[in-house]
């Protein structure tokens, strides 16, 4: 959410953000800015909407200078335009500060500065509270006039400040929010994420809560909390450049749809021996700490909570321990029944949604031992978890998230295979072919995906619906969760997901002639069951697709249309289920003219509350 990029060095520091803010679009923005120190003073440059408004207003050679900072806003405080757009600066424009995240005492100290200093405030955000605020400290050393300024503030905050009296330096902060440090050659870099500047620089820092970063051309200085100076060792970024492009499809999430079998494939061979056996990545997992665990928690949001629902089933049916699955938003708010016999597994693609390291705290401070599923090395919650799964699905750039989707089941199943075998919970042929199975499901959804046209075609008639249901049963719910989030995200269609048994209970009210009822049957043990709801929603004029697998030829006489799915296993065909409805998905907003990787008021990484 929102993005930072700071460059200092003998480039032109415009070029630069410019382009390290196009390579972070994808976090979600209404409004961008550049400042930039030129000539003993500040110059600010601002737009709303894209960032190729941006490039307009500071095209002017004018606006050229070495040092500078930039800034994708997502609206929080204020509606988005040009005065609410970072960066902002404090009343005599001398400090120049852009800021992701909440300051949650903005109006104290903002009621304080009006009230002692006579400040008077242009726009109506938290992050101007802060550039007056350094203003106020500020005497010469800006590095001190921060931790002054940081003193006095709470919340969630990564922040980037530029003095015009102090032009060869940028001083940022992090306090729960994401924030690296790029070395360079002759200059030097901040940013709240890696692809920001990986096209120039490979060696990073990641920097920790309540450290302070001072950047030259020459060197990055890092202090901690105490403001005394500590190491931190450069992480070497080790991915292609290409596979933060979009590689020759019309969209990421497209691309990365069809990125699902090498994301799988990695995901799980990474972790399986010749014989078949599941490495935990270092991870001590023994039967003596399973036989401590009375329960498995499982946090997460979004997506990442469907990713959750699934493998509650899969810990549950195979490890045979109880498992509860629960919104990170909500999970800190009602005091939890978490201790030292709990195993809480933290589920995040970009390892820095806000909530759900709020809950990961909550959960060491009762005792818990915290395991983290997230796509990115070095992030906020891999740092903190005691242990760490990654998944190896690559950059994902699409808000929408899909490869990160199927990677993250990939691993609750390896967990609990894992956790079921050193248990005893299931018998070794079982196990054995489970992992068959599993290793099978690349080829079957590279094959699968072979055959998309097919849902473009069926999307091309449903894109101006604007309203969806799906339904499904045991697994095929919770996939059904996923799919009517994927069409809310990405075609704005009001769609709506429910377990199908609860149908009767009110939901069926809704459905008229013509309501299109996606319907999930891939569950063998259900699929009786899933036929009469089938019917029933048939009955108040519904026009059913239904999801199957090869060889259920019997749901073809019931349904209005079908999409067929490679025969697997009931336990994993979510993760070849929930591929056709993201495609579905796609084709619709596609369809519908809408902007697919950077849906409206949504951003990839929840770095607030």
């Not at 930039?36 to 002017?60: P, Y």
């Not at 330096?169 to 002759?186: E, F, N, S």
């Not at 549950?316 to 708010?333: Q, T």
């Amino acid at each position: 959410m929102c993005g930072i990029v700071g460059y200092i060095g003998k480039n032109n520091a415009k070029e630069v953000i410019i382009d390290g803010l196009k390579r972070l679009e994808y976090r979600g923005y209404d409004s961008a800015g550049i400042a930039i120190c030129k000539d003993g003073g500040l110059e600010v440059r601002k737009a709303v909407g894209a960032i190729v408004n941006l490039e307009q207003v500071v095209a002017d050679p004018a606006f050229d200078g070495p040092v500078g900072i930039g800034h994708t806003r997502w609206a929080t405080h204020g509606v988005p335009s040009e005065v609410n757009a970072h960066p902002h600066t404090n009343e005599d424009n001398t400090i120049a500060v852009v800021h992701n995240g909440i300051i949650e005492n903005y109006v104290e100290i903002k009621e304080e500065l009006i009230r002692e200093y006579g400040i008077e405030f242009r726009s109506e955000t938290d992050t101007e509270v802060i550039a007056q605020l350094i203003g106020i400290y500020y005497d010469g050393d800006l590095h001190e006039a921060v931790n002054k300024a940081v003193a006095q503030m709470r919340g969630a905050y990564a922040i980037g400040v530029i003095a015009a009296a102090e032009p060869d330096k940028i001083v940022a902060v992090r306090k729960d929010a994401p924030l690296i440090a790029g070395i360079g050659k002759g200059c030097n870099y901040i940013a709240s994420d890696i692809p920001a500047i990986m096209e120039r620089s490979r060696q990073v820092y990641f920097i920790e809560n309540d450290e302070t970063i001072v950047v030259t051309a020459d060197k990055i200085e890092i202090f901690d909390g105490n403001n005394k100076p500590v190491e931190h060792e450069a992480f070497t970024v080790t991915w292609d450049v290409d596979s933060a492009e979009r590689g020759g499809y019309d969209h990421f999430m497209l691309k990365e749809i069809n990125e699902q079998p090498k994301g799988i494939e990695e995901t799980l061979l990474r972790r399986l021996d010749e014989d078949g056996n599941i490495k935990l990545d270092g991870i001590e997992l023994t039967k003596e700490d399973l036989d401590k665990i009375n329960k498995v928690c499982i946090v997460a949001c979004g997506t990442a909570y469907h990713a959750g629902l699934i493998g509650k089933y899969a810990i549950e049916k195979m490890a045979k321990i109880p498992v509860e699955v629960d919104i990170a938003s909500e999970f800190r708010y009602r005091d939890p029944f978490v201790d030292e016999k709990t195993l809480f597994i933290a589920i995040s693609q970009s390892g820095e949604t806000l909530d759900t390291l709020h809950a990961l705290r909550e959960a060491k401070r009762k005792g818990a031992r915290v395991l983290s599923v997230v796509n990115v090395v070095g992030s906020s919650i891999a740092r903190e978890s005691d242990d760490v799964f990654y998944t190896w699905a690559g950059p994902e750039i699409s808000v929408a998230s899909t490869k990160a989707y199927t990677t993250q089941l990939t691993i609750m199943y390896m967990l609990g295979l894992y956790m079921g075998r050193l248990r005893g919970a299931i018998e070794e042929s079982y196990y054995q072919r489970m992992v068959s199975e599993l290793k099978e499901i690349p080829a079957k959804l590279a094959r699968y995906l072979e055959k998309q046209k097919d849902v473009k075609r069926i999307a091309d008639r449903f894109h101006r619906d604007n309203e969806m249901f799906f339904i499904g049963r045991g697994l095929d719910a919770s996939v059904s969760y996923e799919a009517s989030l994927k069409m809310k995200e990405i075609s704005y269609i009001n769609s709506f997901a429910i377990a199908a048994g609860e149908l009767k209970h009110g939901t069926i009210a809704l459905i008229d002639q013509g309501t299109l009822v996606v319907v999930l049957a891939t569950q063998d043990a259900l699929f009786e069951k899933m036929l009469s709801n089938i019917k029933e929603v048939q009955a108040r004029g519904a026009y059913v697709l239904a999801v199957a697998k090869e060889g259920d030829t019997e749901v073809e006489k019931q349904a209005d249309e079908v999409i067929y799915i490679p025969d697997c296993p009931d336990e994993l065909t979510p993760l070849l289920s929930v591929v056709p409805m993201q495609l579905f998905a796609y084709y619709v907003a596609k369809a519908r003219g809408c902007n697919i990787d950077k849906p409206k008021n949504l951003a990839k990484s929840v770095t607030v509350e």
